[in-house]
Each structure stands twice: as structure tokens, then as C-alpha cells.
């Protein structure tokens, strides 16, 4: 089965780009470390220790699985032509079509090409101009990237969220955990337009709306940034719920400001102001670390002509609800009618024509 034999040397091929066999020593050299008597002395290293075990191992034993069913349809393949037998060539073609699409899953990272794309990001999610229209738009943006999360069986926290003054958010900011986040979530970034008659309008009239989204890689400590303590301007809050109602009573939540790039971020997700400090100061590194790969990006990309980033007026991707229904990609033009299902979470052919257009360039 000449297929088959192609499937095979194409996996191993992969499997070797993508080193799943040093992801696996990986996996047991932490598991090594979780033996050690003092291993849960530090208790948020043993956390993230462990859940960095738990990610490789999910990670290699795709690749095993799919290993072993290509193992177990060559052996049918060899009974069914021993035996020259019909109904069990009818069962490998019925397998090899199943395990094909195993196949092609797996072979998607293998678009993955960025520094940072193994990581876990923080999306960010803001109302732009068009009123109430504007923040409901961001309200259902964000239930859609929360629904592709839970299909992806990622791990999503809300950090800072600020409803909107009759419906939907003014903002919203996600810390998503997991392994490939930012390599998903990457090609979100930028302004996402919204064409539907108005739900919040007497006349039923026609308003087109826009949401700015922001995704950027969660940094490893070594990584991080330094700071001056001088550029900040920290702010505290009492951290609030829907309506505004208190969630405490003491002023637990946190916003800092990089006064020279105006770059803000705010956290009320945390139990203590201690911790939302540290978490909002997570994330404004990470931005900052962002804004200055962005700005080495267009020196490099300034000869080839503008370059697509996450600002007002790059819009990438326009929904339209009435009067026909239709979601288009406006850097790789692809688009599709199923607007309920773009909404509910179905957002992975938009990217993966993203990623390989990126990867062509």
C-alpha cells in the first residue's frame, strides 16, 4: 500500500523536525526532578514543573499513538494481501482514511515557525468605536475565543474585566495556559469589524462596530525585560464584578502604566493587591517585550511595504451578519458563510491559512 508507505516516512520526517524524542527525554528529566524530597518546597515551581510535564506528555503520546496505529495497519495491510483478502483491504482503506486525519492534526505544527509559539499568551480584547454596539461585539468576540479554548483544552483565566455600560465589555484581558497558545492565538491580533443590524436600535438600522484584539506570548522568567521602576505609575482598586458591584471591599485590584509608551495593564483577578501586581507586571513586560519585536519587525519589513500590525485601522477580519452572513480574512482571503459557527469557537481554518501564508513569506 503505496499510501501508507508514504504516510510513514512523512511522519517520521516530522516527528524528527519537531523532536518529539528530546520532548520525551524532556518530560522524564522534570519527572525526575518531582522525585526530589524538597520538590514541593517551592510550590508555584513544582506547579508550573508539573503541568509542564503533563503538557509533554500529552504532546508525545499523540505521536506514540498515531505511531503504534500506523504500525498496526501495516500488519492488516500485510494479512489482507497474505490472505488475499477482500473485507480486510476494505478495513485498511476505512483505517488509513481515519488515521490520515490523525495524520493531518498532527502535522499542522509543523506551521508553528516562531520563538514563542510553544507558549502560553494573554489575549486581550477592547471595544472600539460604535457605542454599545461595540462593546456587545467585544462580548461576543471574547465568547468566541473562550469556546475555541475549551475545545482546545486549554486552561483560560480572566485577569481584568470591565463591563460595559449597558451590554457586552468595554474590555477584557484572558490569561490563556497551554501548550501552543500563542501559535494559535498569534494571528488574532488586529482589528476584527462587525456588519449586523443593531440589536440596541428602535429603527433596526444597519451598524457596522470594531474590536481591537491583542495577543502576546507569556515570556519565560529569562526572558523578561527590565523594567525601571521610575517609567510606572501604579494605581489601586477595589476589584469589581458584573455591575459593578464590590467583589471586596479592599483596594486588591491593581493597573500600572508604562508612562513612556502608555502602555496600561490592570489585574483583579488575584486574592491579594501583592499578587495582582505581580501578574499585571507579567503581562506589561510581555507587551513591552512585543512592542519591541514589532518595532524590529517594520525596520526589517519597511523595504517590502506596510506591515500588518494590531492597531486601529489594520483591520484583518470582517463578520457579517445581515443581510447575508459571511466571515473574510482580508490577509489570506479566505472566508466562509457559517457565521454560527465562526461565533461558536470554529475559528482553526482562519488560522491555519494565516499560518501557512506566513510560513510562505
Given at each position: 500500500m503505496k499510501q501508507l508507505e508514504d504516510l510513514r516516512e512523512r511522519f517520521l520526517?516530522?516527528?524528527?523536525?519537531?523532536?518529539?524524542?528530546?520532548?520525551r527525554q524532556e518530560a522524564q528529566a522534570e519527572k525526575n526532578k518531582m522525585n526530589w524530597p524538597d520538590f514541593w518546597d517551592d510550590r508555584e515551581e513544582a506547579v508550573r514543573v508539573s503541568k509542564k510535564v503533563e503538557d509533554l506528555d500529552k504532546e508525545v503520546e499523540k505521536w506514540s499513538q498515531v505511531e503504534q496505529e500506523i504500525t498496526d495497519l501495516e500488519e492488516l495491510v500485510a494479512l489482507a494481501q497474505e490472505e488475499n483478502d477482500s473485507s480486510l483491504e476494505d478495513e485498511a482503506h476505512k483505517k488509513f482514511r481515519e488515521l490520515y486525519k490523525k495524520f493531518r492534526e498532527l502535522e499542522f505544527y509543523t506551521l508553528f515557525s516562531g520563538e514563542y509559539d510553544r507558549n502560553s499568551a494573554i489575549i486581550s480584547i477592547h471595544a472600539g468605536t460604535g457605542g454599545v454596539d461595540a462593546q456587545d461585539w467585544a462580548q461576543l468576540l471574547e465568547r468566541m475565543y473562550l469556546?475555541?479554548?475549551?475545545?482546545?483544552g486549554w486552561q483560560p483565566t480572566i485577569l481584568d474585566r470591565v463591563p460595559g455600560n449597558e451590554a457586552g465589555v468595554k474590555s477584557v484581558t484572558i490569561k490563556v495556559d497551554g501548550v501552543w497558545v500563542f501559535g494559535y492565538l498569534r494571528s488574532e491580533a488586529g482589528v476584527h469589524r462587525l456588519v449586523r443590524i443593531s440589536p440596541f436600535d428602535a429603527e433596526g438600522m444597519r451598524h457596522t462596530s470594531f474590536a481591537l484584539v491583542?495577543?502576546?506570548?507569556?515570556?519565560?522568567?529569562?526572558?523578561?525585560?527590565?523594567?525601571?521602576?521610575?517609567?510606572?505609575?501604579?494605581?489601586?482598586?477595589?476589584?469589581?464584578?458584573?455591575?459593578?458591584?464590590s467583589v471586596n471591599k479592599t483596594e486588591s485590584a491593581v493597573r500600572i502604566v508604562h508612562v513612556p509608551t502608555g502602555i496600561t495593564v490592570s489585574c483583579q483577578n488575584e486574592k491579594s493587591q501583592h499578587q495582582n501586581k505581580e501578574t499585571a507586571m507579567k503581562i506589561l513586560k510581555s507587551k513591552l517585550h512585543a512592542k519591541q519585536e514589532q518595532e524590529k519587525e517594520k525596520e526589517k519589513e519597511e523595504a517590502k511595504g506596510e506591515v500588518q500590525t494590531a492597531e486601529w485601522g489594520k483591520q484583518i477580519r470582517s463578520y457579517v451578519f445581515q443581510p447575508h452572513t459571511m466571515v473574510k480574512d482580508h490577509r489570506t482571503?479566505?472566508?466562509?458563510?457559517?457565521?454560527?459557527?465562526?461565533?461558536?469557537?470554529?475559528?482553526?481554518?482562519?488560522?491555519?491559512s494565516y499560518l501557512k501564508k506566513d510560513l510562505e513569506e
Open positions: 520526517r516530522i516527528k524528527e523536525s519537531l523532536d518529539i524524542e528530546g520532548k469556546r475555541f479554548i475549551e475545545k482546545k491583542e495577543v502576546v506570548p507569556e515570556l519565560p522568567e529569562e526572558k523578561e525585560i527590565e523594567v525601571k521602576e521610575d517609567d510606572l505609575r501604579i494605581d489601586t482598586f477595589g476589584a469589581s464584578g458584573p455591575g459593578g458591584q482571503d479566505y472566508e466562509t458563510s457559517d457565521v454560527d459557527g465562526v461565533m461558536d469557537g470554529e475559528i482553526e481554518p482562519f488560522i491555519e
